[in-house]
Every structure is written in structure tokens, then in C-alpha cells.
């Protein structure tokens, strides 16, 4: 059974996913790679509409795919994505926390640079995640409080 990783930037949607399978598959990696290009250039170039689309073709494939898949972020924001998500046999797993640990744990991470952060306020930032909470617990058929848990505890909740 394939297993989707949802929830905002900074959830650990990548560390858990890779905790949960070696071989998981980055939702984010694969289309960098098919895109040739940086998400963000992609974005500039041909618009968010166009990305989504790009986005929800490689859905519709991962959901048949038995791999543990960790998403974008922002996957929840195209009505396509939340279709397929909603319609496939798949476990949708939202790894949910507030805000402010999201905002937090983003401003520690070195490592990943993530151009919406760079591009918007803390304000803006917070709008957009208020804006997709309610999407992702309407397709998630599992929800994760991952404030204040290490990801082996996640993992273990996951599992359960």
C-alpha cells in the first residue's frame, strides 16, 4: 500500500518518510529531476498552475506505486491532487503542528533553504498554512500531532 506523507513545510515529511522506507520516494527530488530546474525557477518561469499539474500527473502514478511518498507542501492546494488523494486506496498521513513550531523548526533548518520561507512574512507564511490546514485534514485518512515528538516517535505513531 502506498503511504503519502502530507502537512506544511517543516512538518518532516522527508525525515520521516525516510525513517519509514530507505528507498521512500521525494515527491519534490523526482520532479526537480523531470523538470530539469529548480521548483521555484519552474514556478517563475511557466506559474503555479502549470506545476500543479506537473504535480498531479506524478500523483496519479505514485498512488499506485506501494512506496512510502513524501510530498510538497503545498500539494493540498490543487482541487486534482486532493481528488486523488481522497479517491486512492493510498494512506494519506498529515503530520500536523501549529504554526509557530512549523516557523521555528524552518528558521533552524540550514540545510533545506525552501524559497516560499524566503519569498513571504511570517504573516504571509502563516496565512498560507491557515489556508491549507482544513485541506489536509479533509484528504488525510490519518493525522499525526507531531509537535514536540522525535521522528522515531512519529514513525512508531504511524505504524500503529
Known amino acids: 500500500m502506498t503511504i503519502f506523507l502530507i502537512g506544511f513545510m517543516g512538518s518532516g515529511k522527508?525525515?520521516?518518510?525516510?525513517?519509514?522506507?530507505?528507498?521512500?520516494?521525494?515527491?519534490?527530488?523526482?520532479i526537480v529531476a523531470n523538470i530539469g530546474m529548480p521548483i521555484s525557477a519552474y514556478f517563475e518561469k511557466y506559474g503555479e498552475p502549470a506545476f500543479r499539474q506537473v504535480e498531479?500527473?506524478?500523483?496519479?502514478?505514485?498512488?499506485?506505486?506501494?512506496?512510502?511518498?513524501?510530498t510538497g507542501g503545498g500539494i493540498v492546494s490543487a482541487?486534482?491532487?486532493?481528488?486523488i488523494l481522497s479517491e486512492s486506496t493510498s494512506q494519506v498521513i498529515y503530520l500536523?503542528?501549529?504554526?509557530?513550531d512549523l516557523y521555528a523548526r524552518i528558521m533552524a533548518d540550514k540545510e533545506n533553504v525552501r524559497p516560499l520561507?524566503?519569498?513571504?512574512?511570517?504573516?504571509?507564511?502563516?496565512?498560507?498554512?491557515?489556508?491549507?490546514?482544513?485541506?489536509?485534514?479533509?484528504?488525510?485518512?490519518?493525522?499525526?500531532?507531531?509537535?514536540?515528538?522525535?521522528?522515531?516517535?512519529?514513525v512508531k505513531e504511524i505504524q500503529l
Open 56 to 70: 498531479s500527473k506524478l500523483l496519479k502514478t505514485l498512488a499506485l506505486s506501494g512506496k512510502v511518498v513524501s
Open 117 to 154: 520561507f524566503l519569498e513571504h512574512t511570517k504573516e504571509a507564511l502563516e496565512v498560507i498554512y491557515e489556508s491549507r490546514e482544513a485541506l489536509y485534514e479533509m484528504v488525510a485518512t490519518k493525522t499525526v500531532l507531531v509537535t514536540d515528538k522525535c521522528p522515531e516517535a512519529i
Open 14 to 30: 522527508s525525515t520521516v518518510a525516510n525513517l519509514l522506507a530507505t528507498d521512500f520516494i521525494d515527491m519534490d527530488a523526482v
Open 96 to 100: 500536523k503542528s501549529n504554526f509557530s
Open 79 to 83: 482541487k486534482e491532487n486532493r481528488r
